[in-house]
């Protein structure tokens, strides 16, 4: 079980209780605050690894949670409608922030992000120039680049793309589907880069409504609009001296498009309702999974941004296309999930790793993730079959013939089956065997009869 203890400072109890939920899955001890006055009691009692306090709160505003937090890293939560504010408190001090309703995923991986990385500045504090060398041992390392796993031809191309590309001021564009990690590897650009002390601002274009987006990006003055109370520093401008992250670039309407082309032709933006133009130097990666070609014949994109923004195109494979990576990573994050949930690590029947093979992944490494995490809770023992994964292939009884193909590094499911029958028939009845490996009795006979693997006799005692 983890040790990180978190502290929620949030009014709404409903929100506060889902939060707790979602982190105690992920093995973390959780603190509940309603106040910042609460909060600061629990902040004498006890150590924490990190803060997530909502921006607006009865008394105090979380911002102060930012000034009492002693070191330890405060992660923001805010309404779409109040983001502005929210970049101001990463100038303060707030190590990031998150929209609200937030993704369960996205809010597992920020506050993972955010504990790794305290935890790795405190380290390089006490051993500055062995952590130096471990950092770059572990950036780029056989199983990938940076947290990004991959041993495949295509993926281990897209390392040494990204490793040339970073040191750099150029603009990339990233293409892959949705799931594939495109801001693993806009977050691997920025880290490799000489903007790393820099902020990295990302911003998911799909996710703001289309009437507040140019004021986002680019800020509007006091009165630029109806609501306009006060003038907004935007995304754009916040992300000065760092990298801006627009994920689904493709879904930027026209207007916005316009004003991007312009920061990139000219370094400066110029807010909505204002007639002054202020200079910005910002690094831009942007990421689709549309094809922008095709929407810029159509007139949905502009061409004249398309040129600009593949100055370095990276494209991210799918998970289907990356052949043996398909059971590495699933053990990788089956590893890693078990670990989360302070279990010991389960194992993966041979008939599930002839589904996490067989099947498609349409939302590739994210659904991945989420069907082995959902495996992990609903598995009755330490074996994951494929029911607990829940993905639509078929792993019929013929998968166990003679000329099954080969899954990874010359094993067969004829090797599977053979390794998880001696490895198990110990431990397990031969009902509890055949039904592991979705297998009749009868069936299960006949395969030790083939493979010359006589059944475990008991002795009478």
């Known amino acids: 079980m983890s040790q990180d203890q978190i502290l929620i400072v949030e009014d709404e109890e409903?929100?506060?209780?889902?939060?707790?939920?979602?982190?105690?899955?992920?093995?973390?001890?959780?603190t509940e605050a309603g106040?910042?006055?609460?909060?600061?009691?629990?902040?004498k009692q006890q150590s924490f690894s990190l803060i997530i306090s909502d921006l607006r709160l009865p008394g105090k505003p979380g911002t102060e949670m930012i000034n009492l937090a002693n070191g330890i890293p405060v992660l923001i939560m805010t309404s779409y409608a109040s983001l502005n504010s929210a970049v101001s408190t990463m100038k303060q001090g707030a190590v990031d922030y998150i929209a609200k309703p937030f993704d369960h995923a996205e809010m597992i991986q920020r506050v993972t992000e955010a504990i790794e990385k305290q935890a790795a500045q405190s380290t390089e504090t006490n051993t500055n120039q062995d952590d130096k060398e471990r950092q770059?041992?572990?950036?780029?390392?056989?199983?990938?680049?940076?947290?990004?796993?991959?041993?495949c031809d295509?993926?281990?191309?897209?390392?040494?793309?990204?490793?040339k590309v970073a040191p750099t001021d150029a603009t990339v564009l990233i293409q892959g589907e949705s799931g594939t990690g495109k801001e693993l590897v806009a977050r691997a650009i920025h880290e490799n880069s000489k903007r790393i002390n820099g902020p990295m601002i990302s911003v998911n274009c799909a996710a703001i409504p289309e009437t507040?987006?140019?004021?986002?990006?680019?800020?509007?003055?006091?009165?630029?609009?109806?609501?306009?109370?006060?003038?907004?520093?935007?995304?754009?401008?916040a992300a000065n001296g760092g990298t801006l992250f627009l994920d689904e670039i493709g879904e930027l309407p026209l207007e916005a498009q316009a004003r991007l082309l312009r920061v990139l032709q000219e370094g400066e933006i110029r807010r909505v309702g204002s007639?002054?133009?202020?200079?910005?130097?910002?690094?831009?990666?942007?990421?689709?999974?549309?094809?922008?070609?095709?929407?810029?014949?159509?007139?949905?994109?502009?061409?004249d941004l398309y040129y600009r923004l593949k100055v370095v195109e990276?494209?991210?494979?799918?998970?289907?296309?990356?052949?043996?990576?398909?059971?590495m990573l699933a053990e990788k994050l089956l590893a890693k999930t078990c670990e989360k949930m302070g279990l010991e690590v389960f194992s993966l029947a041979p008939e599930t790793m002839a589904a996490i093979s067989?099947?498609?992944?349409?939302?590739?490494?994210?659904?991945?993730?989420?069907?082995?995490?959902?495996?992990?809770?609903?598995?009755?023992?330490?074996?994951?079959?494929?029911?607990?994964?829940?993905?639509?292939?078929?792993?019929?009884?013929?998968?166990?013939?003679?000329?099954?193909?080969?899954?990874?590094?010359?094993?067969?499911?004829?090797?599977y089956f053979q390794r998880f029958v001696l490895e198990h028939q110990d431990q397990m009845t031969e009902t509890e065997l055949a039904q592991k490996l979705g297998i009749s009795r009868k069936t299960l006979w006949e395969r030790r009869q083939r493979l010359g693997i006589p059944r475990k006799k008991t002795t009478a005692t």
């Open 14 to 30: 409903i929100i506060r209780s889902s939060l707790r939920r979602l982190l105690e899955r992920q093995g973390y001890g959780i």
């Open 35 to 43: 106040s910042v006055h609460e909060a600061e009691d629990f902040l």
């Open 136 to 151: 770059i041992q572990e950036t780029f390392s056989g199983d990938g680049f940076n947290g990004i796993l991959g041993q």
């Open 154 to 163: 295509a993926m281990q191309l897209l390392f040494r793309q990204i490793q």
């Open 212 to 237: 507040l987006i140019e004021s986002e990006l680019f800020g509007h003055e006091k009165g630029s609009f109806t609501g306009a109370t006060a003038a907004r520093t935007g995304l754009i401008e």
């Open 275 to 303: 007639v002054q133009s202020q200079s910005v130097d910002v690094r831009l990666i942007a990421a689709t999974h549309r094809n922008l070609r095709q929407l810029s014949s159509q007139n949905e994109f502009r061409e």
């Open 314 to 327: 990276l494209r991210i494979p799918p998970l289907r296309e990356r052949g043996n990576d398909i059971l």
């Open 358 to 415: 067989q099947y498609q992944w349409p939302g590739n490494v994210r659904e991945m993730e989420h069907a082995i995490e959902r495996a992990v809770i609903l598995s009755e023992d330490n074996i994951i079959t494929p029911e607990n994964l829940d993905i639509e292939v078929r792993v019929k009884q013929t998968l166990f013939r003679q000329d099954a193909e080969e899954l990874q590094d010359g094993l067969t499911l004829e090797d």
